[in-house]
């Protein structure tokens, strides 16, 4: 198996019918996009583009896990991940690249490569829970920091009501 970490697949010049791609995201993928949930990973995508004439479709299909923090104990836990999903393409001349459709994205016809990161960063963002636990992944928290974190928590709370000027605001006028 060919291991691409480009994230690009070849537009221009790619005879008609079924193409395959794998490509494997790691730490320097996440690293790529600011503000990323996910610092650490190890994923495989697998990608099929079903290439015609003035379109074409690719089918992504990832499997893989991704390190997430629980929001509890702050203990790091592996979370595993699997999603699949279809996107459709059209070649249009640039002029019209423009006019975007929601189910179908304009590409210039003259389009070299087409690269598939943030398609393939979506869905793994896709994958993370709301709110990560220990429980997420059938583990139990780590007691004794649930204790610290929940404490601290607490008294940062109490700090605010205090400190916090818009509420000492809005107390003098009623
Ligand atoms: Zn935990």
Redesign the pocket.
Known sequence: MVVDQSFNIRISGQRLGIHEFDFSVDDSFFSAFEHAQIQVGNVSVHAEMDRKEREFDIRLSLKGWVEQT?V??L?LGRLNIAAEERLFFELHPIDAVEETDDEIIRLPMDILELNLSQPIYEMIALCLPMRF??ETIKQT??PEM?KLIQGESNEKMDDQDVVDPRWEALKKLK
């Open positions: 629980c509890r104990c203990e636990t220990c928290c780590d649930e």
